[in-house]
T-cell receptor
Framework: LAKTTQPISMDSYEGQEVNITCSHN???????ITWYQQFPSQGPRFIIQ???TKVTNEVASLFIPADRKSSTLSLPRVSLSDTAVYYC??????????????FGTGTQLKVEL | EAGVTQFPSHSVIEKGQTVTLRCDPI?????LYWYRRVMGKEIKFLLH????????ESGMPNNRFLAERTGGTYSTLKVQPAELEDSGVYFC????????????????FGAGSRLTVL
């Protein structure tokens, strides 16, 4: 699985937009880019996934440039409850489901008033 | 829809004892995974079931760990005998079959079972 690199931590204030960038220089053709969020004492929670260009859902947006060697998770107008660890993962998509996810260190986002 | 349920939420045992962790996946999810995070380390894959069959157990650390999924529903992870380095949080996750290529990396995780070995 492709190795990912993301900042260890980020600080923000309520109401701001937060962008977390992840590098994955060795991403393979069949790899998807997936982001998970984890709160203390909980398991990781799927946020968003993309293959190329831009993906948006009710929680976040994911921007992927044409070369796919990086991706940016964008959280609009964060609140205190967005304080969590955010993981960027890349992994091959294949039919039938079931993939061995590789978690890195993640980015600890801290949102303050 | 009920999520992935894990029991117990926290277990404290002595070195050498046995502990069994249980995971109830989302109903109908044929894929079931075990992951763990030991102190200060990253979340690591342990194994993957498809229904009752072990699809991939490459992450199991040693033969003190035994995972089962009889009947293809809930799963248990037994550690026997437990060692100090087994302390950590054990996560279970599940996903459905047949979600297409893009769904392969979308898992639903439980809250985890914290294991403390003294």
């Amino acid at each position: 699985l492709a190795k990912t690199t993301q900042p260890i931590s980020m600080d923000s204030y309520e109401g701001q937009e937060v962008n977390i960038t992840c590098s994955h220089n060795n991403i393979a053709t069949n790899d998807y880019i997936t982001w998970y969020q984890q709160f203390p004492s909980q398991g990781p929670r799927f946020i968003i996934q993309g293959y190329k260009t831009k993906v948006t859902n009710e929680v976040a947006s994911l921007f992927i440039p044409a070369d796919r060697k990086s991706s940016t998770l964008s959280l609009p107008r964060v609140s205190l409850s967005d304080t969590a660890v955010y993981y960027c993962l890349v992994g091959e998509g294949f039919t039938g489901g079931g993939n061995k996810l590789t978690f890195g260190t993640g980015t600890q986002l801290k949102v303050e008033l | 829809e009920a999520g992935v349920t894990q029991f117990p939420s926290h277990s404290v045992i002595e070195k050498g004892q046995t502990v069994t962790l249980r995971c109830d996946p989302i109903s109908g999810h044929d894929n079931l995974y075990w992951y763990r995070r030991v102190m200060g380390k990253e979340i690591k894959f342990l194994l993957h079931f498809v229904k009752e069959s072990k699809q991939d157990e490459s992450g199991m650390p040693n033969n003190r760990f035994l995972a089962e999924r009889t009947g293809g529903t809930y799963s248990t992870l037994k550690v026997q005998p437990a060692e100090l380095e087994d302390s950590g949080v054990y996560f279970c996750a599940s996903s459905p079959i047949g979600v297409g290529v893009s769904g392969a990396n979308v898992l639903t995780f439980g809250a985890g079972s914290r294991l403390t070995v003294l």
